[in-house]
Each structure stands twice: as C-alpha cells, then as structure tokens.
C-alpha cells in the first residue's frame, strides 16, 4: 500500500478510535501493517510511537498516548490524543483525533 494511501486509512482509524473510545486500535493497526516501534514506558499513561519509511521519500508517523489530567485537589478524565503525520517530498499532512474518558 502507497504511504498517501496509509495515511489517508489512519484519519479514518483515528476518527473510528475517537467515536468508539478505543485508543488502543491505532497502535494495533500500525503494528498489523508492520510499522516500527511500540509502545514507550510511561508512569501515568501509555505512549505508543511508529515510523515507516517509503523509497519513495516519504514518512509516515503515528502517534497515540494518553494520561492522567488530574492535579492535586483536581480529579479530572484521562486525555486520549492520537495522530497521523505524512511527511517527506510531499505537502506536509496531519491528523488529529482526541477525547476524554
């Protein structure tokens, strides 16, 4: 698959994970197409960090963390943020998705 297309099917993989609170089906399909990295260790949260690199000079990058709002006398929801960047010999793009659970 094209690294345009990839990009492309992560928007609609991102905006599906916001719908369906479902953080964990971004890192689950960038491991499914064979991307590198995983998961980062964190103390309150989860980071999760993926790379792939096309002949053709472009980048794809997928991002997908979350944590813990809260502060001291503050409980707040957990901050879900996940996003796709295609970068390289191409017009820059990036998508976002967040929500709080």
Same mark, same amino acid.
């Given at each position: 698959?094209?690294?345009?297309?990839?990009?492309? %099917?992560?928007?609609?993989?991102?905006?599906?994970?916001?719908?369906?609170?479902?953080?964990? $089906?971004?890192?689950?399909? $960038?491991?499914?197409? =064979?991307?590198? =990295? =995983?998961?980062?260790?964190?103390?309150?949260?989860? %980071?999760?960090?993926?790379?792939?690199?096309?002949?053709?000079?472009?980048?794809?990058?997928?991002? $997908? %963390?979350?944590?813990?709002?809260?502060? $001291?006398?503050?409980?707040?929801?957990?901050?879900?943020?996940?996003?796709?960047?295609?970068?390289?010999?191409?017009?820059? %793009?990036?998508?976002?998705?967040?929500?709080?659970?």
């Amino acid at each position: 698959m094209d690294l345009r297309d990839m990009y492309w %099917r992560f928007v609609e993989i991102i905006d599906e994970a916001v719908v369906k609170k479902n953080i964990y $089906a971004v890192p689950q399909a $960038a491991t499914e197409v =064979g991307m590198r =990295g =995983g998961e980062e260790q964190r103390n309150c949260g989860q %980071r999760w960090n993926y790379t792939l690199k096309g002949q053709d000079g472009l980048t794809l990058s997928v991002h $997908a %963390r979350w944590w813990d709002q809260s502060q $001291a006398f503050s409980i707040r929801p957990d901050m879900h943020l996940m996003t796709v960047e295609l970068t390289g010999d191409v017009i820059p %793009r990036h998508h976002e998705g967040r929500y709080e659970e």
